[in-house]
């Protein structure tokens, strides 16, 4: 799955803005971990015994769109059918899942002569969600029993279990179904074994109305039959084994193209969007299965793909076998309607779900506390896999900024977890899909490649692949496997999956070389008590041609000495080439200065583009956690100045980001000119133009994200430039704004216009048929200043025109524009009912302004919230409550964060603003007795 904002209602400031590149600033992504709803039962109660195991489900479903006599509208009726055998003796209790369902009846009888098992009662346990079949006499071991259910269950708007969605066409709302399973809705959809270990087959039966709809499933139709009343009964082909969670049907009008091997399907007006994903999935298809010599449709039941763009779709990509769904910004293209950038996302969400097919639904996590089993492999894959079909990309730099760089931010903070970590309820085995089980899970692939050689990795996973196929998988198979290819692999993995966090190295001088010593990172720079130690792995440059080696020493303890002859002397001493491993740096002073040195050297004294980026990011977040000044780290950044390269621009905008919201109130307009000084040499050198057609990507990428900050923080010529193209296409909307540049435009056009420049992007929003263009006017409006047009964008994220998958992205875009902070909190607390109604509860209203708390910098803003919640204490019931309070918790953090750091970095600025302003000065001074000198002669 592609997490977009399945987990990030509780961390609002982070969610989609990588999606739409704007800079994101994840101060305390951890924060609201803690407020996931308490289990109210045993932790080991949320789980399945071994007694039973099912080995094949035969499902029926026939869905209701409209009331029909005695039939609720958007209900469904269910036959379940499971094979079961019981795998001990004396079982007299069946225990499984169901969620949001009537059983109307239930039975079990034996396989082999249809008897009847004389049964008991059944109980139900709201909260672990299991259902227990009581029988009156016992099983016998080893034999094969059907259970027998039939049911009712509902299709809501909610994005869970088998739901309903619906697209406008010619004005008129049509309705779908499709699923979401993972990670423990299938119940929703039919009585199951709702963990991953279960895996069986599926022969599914979907009874629908022919004339409206069609039918798609995992596998192709096997058979189809009329059954009158309009209804077709269409039988799928059963699955592979597999687990509950991959399982997956459509119901919809859908059109597909695409050929015998890979479909899209997608709503008939957006059939002319699919060519690239179409494209670009074959490839990828290609490439995966021979990267792991395994052919996804060598699964014998697995004939061909299907991709589906579905309307309302609560992850950003779901992995199912056969049937991959998507949001359809993630999956339809059009590139007159898309930044390249969007563009990029596709493929690697696409990439990211194809791996799935291997890692994940051949190959299954065993539990969600192995969860990176699935998602590490997957992130690596979406940017490594997507690097072999697109390698002028250039991926692997920006999987170290978008990757690497984030995973650190959750995994410094104390609250993180280990990748490999206990989870029970479903709001954990929710929570777990993380950036630790994601980013880091791909992280520490990518350092483990580099410590194997990718010839060797690629054999191990080759093997492991075929291995566990049709099986679950544990950490120690994978180990094992990796074991045989090189002795040293559990050894190197195990303290980084089972440990949280990741190491500072810091380096000191000596007379033979380099000392180097180890130990735990935190932001807020806390000392650990337990001494965490991990297998380092150490490579070093001391020139430009020594970046290249990323073949590690491993080094395990806590200090060590890495010799060096005439260290004293050498132009720099660098380590971590092109930052493989998973850690921070520290040098002394004079190694800091030698670096610093090197930096401001023409070429950069050959450092390497990823080690520019990794001590952009280390300095921000070494000042952060106080290991050095802020003085000093923004001194050193200075470098940057002369910086053409995106992954060190886009290391430092995560930084300035940061830095940005920590800074007075009242040092802003320093602040805000020491942006501007910084950006000044790079706008001159992208400038503000469309990308030429043979331009580098990164290129490209660059200019977005400087014509983002400049222009945000006033730069005349941007601002300028950015409005006159928004006049442009808002006087002749045939007249598009180039797509690489429309984020800017947008946004400048609402940031310095009114309601008017709102009102003109608000009905571009409303009517075009690209979702990708849907992204980029929702962000646009997001960056209103005016009071008055703030209202209307709540308003907006209140109402079903913002679809419920896209109402926390439109909070998180609206809550990254500083100017917007006052007035949403006053929004908020003025209409906190109607956000709690379309938003679906109080929970909500406490999000918001809990992250907006983590941001503003106004005390009057703070003071407002806190007699909100006071006031409104029942009202919010005691989770939101104490949301909010964590929040003005935060606030007080966030205040004296800023108070003790302020003396440095206002010295900083204060420095560099007069100093500026004496060569200004001087520069002044000489032009005038030129001028002088002129008028004389
Ligand atoms: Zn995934």
């Given amino acids: 799955m592609n997490v977009l904002t399945g987990i990030a209602v509780f961390a609002v400031s982070l969610v989609c803005l990588h999606v739409l590149g704007v800079s994101c600033t994840p101060l305390h992504p951890k924060l609201f971990d803690g407020v996931s709803p308490e289990s109210r039962a045993q932790l080991e109660h949320y789980r399945l015994n071994d007694d039973v195991l099912p080995t094949h489900y035969d499902i029926e479903i026939k869905p209701f769109f409209e009331a029909e006599p005695e039939r609720e509208a958007f209900t469904f009726n269910g036959i379940t059918v499971i094979t079961v055998t019981a795998s001990v003796e004396n079982v007299t209790q069946i225990k499984l899942h169901k969620a949001n369902m009537d059983i109307l009846s239930w039975s079990v009888m034996r396989k082999s002569n249809s008897m009847v098992v004389r049964s008991g009662n059944n109980t139900y346990d709201e909260e672990t969600q299991i259902l227990t079949l009581h029988l009156n006499e016992t099983l016998l071991k080893n034999v094969e029993y059907l259970v027998v259910f039939n049911y009712v269950g509902m299709m809501e708007e909610n994005m869970r279990g088998f739901y309903r969605s619906y697209f406008k066409q010619n004005g008129t709302q049509v309705w779908l179904g499709s699923t979401q399973f993972e990670q423990t809705e299938a119940r929703r959809a039919f009585p199951c074994f709702d963990e991953p270990k279960f895996k069986a087959t599926f022969l599914l039966k979907l009874n629908y109305k022919h004339l409206e709809y069609n039918v798609f499933s995992n596998t192709p139709i096997a058979k189809s039959e ?6 077709t009964l269409a039988t799928f082909s059963i699955t592979p084994k597999m687990s509950t969670y991959l399982l997956a049907f459509i119901v919809a009008p859908y059109n597909t193209t695409g050929d015998d091997i890979l479909q899209v399907l997608s709503r008939p007006q957006a059939v002319n969007q699919t060519t690239y994903s179409i494209n670009e999935g074959l490839k990828l298809l290609n490439a995966l299965g021979e990267w792991l010599q395994y052919p996804f449709n060598s699964v014998p039941e697995i004939t061909r793909m299907y991709m589906a763009a579905v309307p309302d779709f609560s992850a950003g990509a779901m992995e199912n076998w056969g049937l991959v769904t998507y949001r359809e910004s993630n999956l339809l293209y059009v590139p007159e309607d898309a930044t390249s950038l969007q563009q990029q996302r596709i493929a690697t969400i696409i990439s990211h779900e194809l791996a799935h097919q291997w890692f994940g639904n051949l190959v299954t996590c065993e539990w969600w506390d192995v969860t990176w089993l699935n998602e590490g492999f997957a992130t690596y894959f979406e940017y490594f896999g997507t690097a072999v079909v697109e390698p002028a990309w250039e991926l692997d730099q920006q999987f170290v900024i978008d990757k690497l760089h984030t995973a650190m931010q959750t995994d410094g903070t104390v609250s993180t977890h280990p990748m490999t970590h206990p989870v029970y309820t479903q709001a954990q085995a929710t929570a777990i899909f993380d950036t630790i089980s994601y980013n880091k899970g791909g992280v520490v692939l990518r350092m483990l490649e580099h410590h194997m050689s990718t010839e060797v990795f690629k054999a191990a996973l080759v093997e492991y692949v075929k291995d566990r196929q049709f099986k679950s998988s544990r950490p120690e198979h994978l180990f094992a496997v990796l074991d045989k290819h090189n002795s040293s692999a559990s050894a190197f993995m195990k303290p980084w999956t089972t440990q949280p966090g990741f190491p500072l190295v810091s380096v000191t001088t000596n007379e033979n070389g380099f000392s180097i010593t180890q130990q735990r990172f935190l932001i807020n720079g806390t000392n650990q008590e337990d001494k965490l130690l991990w297998p380092l792995p150490i490579t070093y440059a001391t020139n430009g041609d020594e970046f290249s080696n990323t073949k590690p020493t491993l080094v395990g303890t806590e200090t060590y000495n890495i010799s060096v002859s005439n260290a004293a002397n050498v132009q720099y001493f660098i380590l971590n080439n092109q930052q493989v491993g998973y850690y921070r740096v520290h040098y002394d002073d004079a190694l800091w200065e030698k670096i610093s040195k090197a930096l401001r050297t023409r070429g950069f004294a050959g450092i390497h583009v990823l080690n520019r980026a990794q001590i952009v990011d280390d300095l921000f977040n070494l000042a952060r956690a106080d290991v050095m000044g802020y003085s000093k780290a923004l001194d050193m950044l200075e470098y940057l100045k002369e910086e053409t390269e995106y992954a060190p621009w886009m290391a430092a905008a995560n930084g300035l980001a940061t830095l940005a919201l920590r800074i007075h109130p009242e040092d802003e307009k320093l602040f805000s000119q020491h942006i501007k000084d910084m950006f000044g040499k790079v706008y001159e050198y992208v400038q ?19 014509l983002d900050w400049t222009c945000r923080y006033g730069h005349d010529g941007c601002s300028k430039s950015a409005l006159k ?14 797509p690489d540049l429309r984020q800017v435009v947008y946004c400048e ?61 439109a909070l998180s875009l609206l809550l990254n524009n500083q100017y917007a902070l006052e007035s949403a909190a006053s929004y908020l607390v003025e209409n906190s009912a109607r956000w709690a109604e379309t938003h679906g509860g109080y929970e909500y209203v406490a999000i918001a302004l809990a992250s907006i708390l983590l941001r503003v910098k106004e005390a009057a803003v703070k003071e407002t919230i806190a007699q909100f919640a006071e006031t409104n204490k029942d009202m919010l019931g005691p989770d939101a409550f104490e949301l909010i309070s964590k929040g003005l918790e935060e606030y007080d953090n966030n ?41 004389i002669w």
């Fill in 688 to 706: 503000f133009q469309a990308p030429a057609q043979s331009e580098r990507r990164l290129h490209t990428y660059l200019r977005r994200l400087v």
């Fill in 725 to 738: 193209e928004f006049e442009t296409f808002r006087t002749n909307s045939s007249v598009k704004v180039h």
């Fill in 226 to 231: 009329v059954i009158g009343n309009d209804r």
């Fill in 895 to 935: 205040q004296r964060f800023t108070n003790d750091h302020r003396d440095e970095i206002l010295g900083f600025l204060t420095l560099k603003a007069g100093s500026d302003a004496s060569r200004t000065g001087i520069f002044n001074v000489v032009v005038s007795l030129c001028l002088l000198l002129v008028a």
């Fill in 749 to 809: 056009g609402v940031r310095r216009g009114s309601l008017e420049q709102f009102d003109f992007l608000l009905n571009l929003y409303l009517t075009t048929n690209v979702a990708t263009e849907q992204q980029l006017t929702l962000q646009g409006m997001s960056c209103a200043t005016e009071k008055a047009v703030i209202y209307k964008f709540m308003n907006l994220t209140s109402s079903p025109d913002v679809r419920s998958q896209d109402k926390s992205t």
